[in-house]
T-cell receptor
């Protein structure tokens, strides 16, 4: 069964450093998403991406965040200058319109 | 705008007992509804989804959910709990009218007691 692949599974970074989280969505999917889950809290929407541009973003997705689909297969989330409160599990997802999202297994980001 | 409310942040059942996890939704357009399960230190796995076909939806691992428009509910049930069902369960909603993002509830942690 097709999967969404995320790398790395765990990343530790120092406060103020830039991190890039990588995702390979399912090949025939057209919509791509990033969500995050702070430990013990709900899963929160960050951004959706369609046709090579952001289609929607939440209040969380401020100027520190950016997304890119650099080569037609990867979908990346960049955090420019990490803060302690960015520590969370980050999930990538892809979908074919409204048929339900397929989520990756997540990247646990720890900012120290 | 869409939202879901999950009643009960923690539910505890005995092995073999009925599992009932509650979810109520709010949507300004006809919704699609989903249940996801998250096992410890793992990602989100789709259990089942309602996409305006049959109102009783069967999913994986013996779970099912019934869409009740009159009650704006989409409760998740399983007749007989197994120890392996212990996990976090998330209800989620999306509006079918456009590419709106999936919105999650706060989750319900299911514990199964031997």
């Amino acid at each position: 069964e097709p999967e969404v692949t995320q790398t790395p599974s765990h990343q530790v970074t120092q406060m103020g450093q830039e991190v890039i989280l990588r995702c390979v969505p399912i090949s025939n999917h057209l919509y791509f998403y990033w969500y995050r889950q702070i430990l013990g809290q709900k899963v929160e929407f960050l951004v959706s991406f369609y046709n090579n541009e952001i289609s929607e973003k939440s209040e969380i997705f401020d100027d520190q965040f950016s997304v890119e689909r650099p080569d037609g297969s990867n979908f990346t989330l960049k955090i420019r200058s990490t803060k302690l409160e960015d520590s969370a599990m980050y999930f990538c997802a892809s979908s074919v319109r409204d048929s339900g999202y397929t989520f990756g297994s997540g990247t646990r980001l720890t900012v120290v | 705008a869409q939202s879901v409310t999950q009643l009960g942040s923690h539910v505890s059942v005995s092995e073999g007992a009925l599992v009932l996890l509650r979810c109520n939704y709010s949507s300004s357009v006809p919704p699609y509804l989903f249940w996801y399960v998250q096992y410890p230190n793992q990602g989100l796995q789709l259990l089942l989804k309602y996409t305006s076909a049959a109102t009783l939806v069967k999913g994986i691992n013996g779970f099912e959910a019934e869409f009740k428009k009159s009650e704006t509910s989409f409760h998740l049930t399983k007749p007989s709990a197994h120890m392996s069902d212990a996990a976090e369960y998330f209800c989620a909603v999306i509006g079918i009218s456009g590419n709106t993002p999936l919105v999650f509830g706060k989750g319900t942690r299911l514990s199964v007691i031997a």
